[in-house]
Nanobody, 113 residues
């Protein structure tokens, strides 16, 4: 499944963004979904994962500032709430189902003054 990521933008350090990951007809409640960040010239880095049942895992650098959750009402998306953003978190953010080799277009997040 090719997901559609959205919600990126330009934000000042300390600001917030909410990223969305959607795919029509996909049952997000039954899947393991992860978010990754990629900076030009570097490999994608894992950011967070949500599993069926709602448990989440985060890379250490974002713990306490990022929250990954499902749209429980519609089961049509997962969201990555990013608070207190830092400059080094600039990059293109992608979501992917565990085991998939398909990537979407991603959404650009730029944290800058």
């Amino acid at each position: 499944v090719k997901f559609v990521e959205s919600g990126g933008g330009l934000v000042r350090p300390g600001g917030s963004l909410r990223l969305s990951c959607a795919a029509p007809g996909f049952a997000f409640s039954e899947a393991i979904i992860s978010w990754y960040r990629q900076v030009p010239g570097q490999a994608r880095q894992w950011v967070a994962t949500i599993v069926p049942g709602g448990d989440t895992r985060y890379t250490d650098s974002v713990k306490g500032r990022f929250t990954l959750y499902r749209d429980v009402a519609t089961n049509a998306a997962v969201y990555l709430q990013m608070d207190n953003l830092k400059h080094e978190e600039t990059g293109v953010y992608y979501c992917q189902e565990y085991g998939s080799k398909t990537w979407g277009e991603g959404t650009q997040v730029t944290v800058s003054l």
